[in-house]
């Protein structure tokens, strides 16, 4: 059965909405390929308001239309011919740090152009998100904006059962579905070196295009297949041996950094397993700790010079905040 996501209801401004952070477990990279991928949402939520203003502006910034692509494409997609906003986002999310902060605050604002527009299911606001994303990147994959729209779990081109939604673009079709949380609690650091998405994307794109490439792809399809059917058995000991996979494909496309392969070496005497996430290049870690020893886990990356957070998957996706 299709699960029923709670539609973004019509109101009108004042609106607030917030949207979770997410960390890519398996497949980055080779998702916008329209290979599977499997993601969840972390509870560092971005807030997003917006009110009517005099000039549209993001956090006081009246020249934001110019220099921000997603807060662009946002407006230009879904807000075209209407009076101007005033918006204000707070992000407990890193930006550029391979944790979600893009799509979050696309999600967001998303949402309550949206709810101010009409209103929207949670498949249209899915592929919204989506089209400001991509809009802003010229690159990339659903997995983002759909795992922050979802909330929980969720699996792109993989897993079982129903899709919750698919997505569309000129030269691929996503199809999104849920995976049941496995309950583990993982760790995630931030490298402190920030990265172009768009960047990462291309240079991988270009690295499968060539010699080789197809047998690669292939790989990273194996990975995130099995890896979403460990996660969904709650076999450990698959998922961390699949993630240790998973980097070693991510470092023969170029997309890991020396930085990250410190923080990998860190962690190592209390992780399961562990692995770049996001677009990489930089960005952040994810790791699966050893039980037991998760706070050992947080003051090796620490010490390591990153910034680590233990985080919990959350059900919540993107949401107008009422009352
Ligand atoms: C970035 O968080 C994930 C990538 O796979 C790009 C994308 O899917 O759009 C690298």
Not at 69 to 96: C, D, N, T
Not at 248 to 264: I, M, Q
Request: hydrophobic letters at 45%; one cysteine or more; glycine letters at 10%.
């Amino acid at each position: 059965m299709t699960e029923e996501l709670p539609p973004v209801p019509s109101r009108n401004l004042p609106l607030s909405a917030r949207a979770p952070g997410k960390c890519i477990v398996f497949g980055e990279h080779a998702v916008v390929h329209g290979a599977p991928e499997l993601a969840f949402a972390v509870d560092l939520m971005t807030q997003v308001f917006v009110t009517p203003g005099s000039v549209s502006r993001l956090n006081a910034d009246a020249g934001a239309e110019m220099h921000n692509p997603y807060f662009r494409a946002a407006l230009e997609l879904f807000w075209k011919g209407r009076p101007p906003v005033e918006v204000r986002a707070i992000s407990r999310v890193p930006r550029a740090a391979g944790l979600g902060s893009s799509a979050a605050f696309t999600a967001g604002l998303a949402a309550v152009l949206s709810s101010a527009t009409g209103g929207v299911d949670r498949a249209t606001l899915a592929q919204r998100s989506f089209e400001v994303e991509r809009t802003a990147q010229g690159v990339g994959s659903p997995g983002d904006t759909s795992t922050v729209v979802a909330g929980g779990f969720v699996a792109v081109n993989g897993g079982r059962g129903e899709p919750i939604w698919t997505i569309a673009a000129p030269d691929h079709r996503w199809e999104v579905r849920r995976v049941d949380d496995p309950g583990w609690v993982w760790v995630i650091a931030y490298s402190g070196i920030p990265r172009s998405t768009a960047d990462a994307v291309r240079a991988v794109s270009a690295r499968l295009a060539a010699a080789g490439g197809s047998e690669l792809l292939e790989e990273f399809r194996r990975v995130a297949t099995e890896g979403i059917d460990a996660v969904d058995r709650g076999d450990r000991p698959k998922v961390a041996m699949l993630l240790e996979r998973n980097q070693e494909l991510l470092r023969e496309v170029g997309v890991s950094h020396p930085r990250l392969e410190a923080l990998l070496e860190a962690a190592k005497p209390a992780a399961e397993g562990a692995k770049l996430t996001g677009a990489g290049a930089g960005g952040s870690v994810i790791a699966l700790p050893v039980p037991g020893k998760e706070t050992e886990l947080v003051r090796r990356l620490a010490r390591a010079g990153a910034l680590p957070f233990v985080v919990r998957p959350t059900r919540d996706g993107a949401t107008l905040v009422e009352g």
